[in-house]
């Protein structure tokens, strides 16, 4: 469990947990921290207790749900999410935030939460990995744009009349937002531009505020 140390965030800032199953979690820890969060890693259910927050890493979808099956994490976080714990999910974490997901493994199951469709590795049959200089909505900044990293990425096929898109590549829906849930098929994790993490902070505060 990896907690707040003497020269990180306030203690009083929110406490973040970023689910540590499989991917890129060391990552997220950084940004979230240099976004102003407290982090806890997850790999069991206890620590999921107390949470303000949770981000879903990028890394491997089907293993992130696999694992999540196996050390009892599914069914918890999935009450969460319906429950209304602002949760970011980036690239496999998006995945595992759509109600549907397409080219899934036959048995994989997602966290659900935001009302939209992805298609795993679309972006990714196209061109494996590229980078983009995207608008996003709602960052700090604003007029500057976001340098986006795109691996393996999914796009969204459907969204529900509820689900804000913050920006588009190519035309596809690549981050958006439903109440307390955010993704991007995208991982700002991987980059020095921690806007996008800060804005989760910022909607994490907003729901401790709001109880
Ligand atoms: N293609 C991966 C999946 O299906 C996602 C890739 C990523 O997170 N970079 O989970």
Redesign the pocket.
Known sequence: MTEAHPSGPATDAPLVGVLAVQ?DVREHVRALELAGARVRTVRRPAELEGLDGLVVP?????T?DRLCRIFGLHEPVRRLVADGLPVYG????M?QLAEEILD?HAEQQSFGGIDMTVR??AF?RQVDSFESDLHVEGLEDADRPFRAVF????WVERLGADVQVLARADGHPVAVRQGALLATSF?PEVTDDHRVHALFVRMVEQARAAT
């Open positions: 991917g990028g890394g491997e979808s089907t992130i980036s690239c496999a974490g995945i899934g795993r590795n990714g691996i393996r990425a999914p991982h």
